[in-house]
């Protein structure tokens, strides 16, 4: 099965500074990829995805990158801010099923 | 549009009892999904239905667990003779085609006892 590997599992930044998380994922047959986050208590919330057929998409401050043929993509956070503050998950969906394989998840904290 | 709602939000029981979660979809959304989630860990699919039909288990789905949408609206996740290990978050979620984003709840905290 898909298998999706994620870094850092922690990120500490300053207010204003960029954030990188990274994932790479097993399965050449993956072709959607989102990013959630999560705040303490709370469930997943979708920021943003990608599907295979892109390789970047920008929403804001919040960017992702697809590099097919190395079978990874980023999630970008620029001018960071405190209520940045969470857990980010990437996850990614094979072609032809329907559920989400996620990493691990990165806790960001960003201090002001 | 009130988003993927979930009943009860934290249930603590003993090991060896029964528990129901329940999970409202966002409405007119055909597919709805249980995923578990343990501490540290992103979460892990347990299984999926679209409309009535339960379409795919995974294996973390012991006999002990069952999931009905009876009517295609409202889900409902029972766990059986509880036992320390399903002690999770129980995230349920829903989108409205295959493929299309899937959006989450906040869930169901479970504690056994």
């Known amino acids: 099965g898909e298998n999706v590997e994620q870094h850092p599992s922690t990120l500490s930044v300053q207010e204003g500074d960029s954030a990188v998380i990274k994932c790479t994922y097993s399965?050449?047959?993956?072709?959607?990829f989102p990013w959630y986050k999560q705040e303490l208590g709370k469930g997943p919330q979708l920021i943003i995805d990608?599907?295979?057929?892109?390789g970047e998409k920008k929403d804001q401050r919040i960017a992702v990158t697809l590099n097919k043929t190395a079978k990874h993509f980023s999630l970008h956070i620029t001018e960071t801010q405190p209520e940045d503050s969470a857990v980010y998950f990437c996850?990614?969906?094979?072609?032809?099923?329907?559920?989400?394989?996620f990493g691990k998840g990165t806790m960001l904290l960003v201090s002001p | 549009d009130t988003g993927v709602s979930q009943d009860p939000r934290h249930k603590i029981t003993k090991r060896g009892q029964n528990v129901t979660f329940r999970c409202d979809p966002i409405s007119e959304h055909n597919r709805l999904y249980w995923y578990r989630q343990t501490l540290g860990q992103g979460p892990e699919f347990l299984t999926y239905f679209q409309n009535e039909a339960q379409l795919e288990k995974s294996r973390l789905l012991s006999d002990r667990f069952s999931a009905e949408r009876p009517k295609g609206s409202f889900s409902t996740l029972e766990i059986q003779r509880t036992e320390q290990g399903d002690s999770a978050m129980y995230l349920c979620?829903?989108?409205?085609?295959?493929?299309?984003?899937?959006?989450f709840g906040d869930g169901t905290r479970l504690s056994i006892l």
């Open positions: 979620a829903s989108s409205p085609l295959d493929g299309q984003p899937q959006h």
């Open positions: 399965d050449s047959a993956s072709n959607y």
């Open positions: 996850a990614a969906l094979k072609q032809g099923y329907s559920t989400l394989t």
């Open positions: 990608i599907r295979s057929n892109v």
